[in-house]
Nanobody
Framework: QVQLVESGGGLVQAGGSLRLSCAASGRTFSSYAMAWFRQAPGKEREFVAGISWSGGSWSGSSTYYADSVKGRFTISRDNAKNMVYLQMNSLKPEDTAVYYC???????????????WGQGTQVTVSS
């Protein structure tokens, strides 16, 4: 069982930055792939970024991004602290949404298939 708690959301002006954090419980955190999804009002939840487990490659975790955030957002993890982060730069009004942290075993997928979800944190970008 993995419990996820997001933090770091808020109100920011367009062009600004925020860093979201997700604290995970459990002793096998490093074996989980972690991802951020978001859901804007009236829209479906969408994949934002993902990071694979750390043991699948000699070079460490692999990262994946939606085209809409590539070059602006960075996902990272700290296995010693059971934390995953989403650094969001050059924010746009269209980034406004509730952001969710999610976990599944080892491999990142961009759609359904995550077993654990946080409660979400609101990000609002004003123009």
């Amino acid at each position: 069982q993995v419990q996820l708690v997001e933090s770091g959301g808020g109100l920011v002006q367009a062009g600004g930055s925020l860093r979201l954090s997700c604290a995970a419980s459990g002793r096998t955190f490093s074996s989980y792939a972690m991802a951020w999804f978001r859901q804007a009002p009236g829209k479906e939840r969408e994949f934002v970024a993902g990071i694979s487990w750390s043991g699948g490659s000699w070079s460490g975790s692999s990262t994946y991004y939606a085209d809409s955030v590539k070059g602006r957002f960075t996902i990272s993890r700290d296995n010693a602290k059971n934390m995953v982060y989403l650094q969001m730069n050059s924010l746009k009004p269209e980034d406004t949404a509730v952001y969710y942290c999610a976990a599944r075993w080892r491999i990142v997928v961009t759609g359904a298939g995550y077993d654990y979800w946080g409660q979400g944190t609101q990000v609002t970008v004003s123009s």
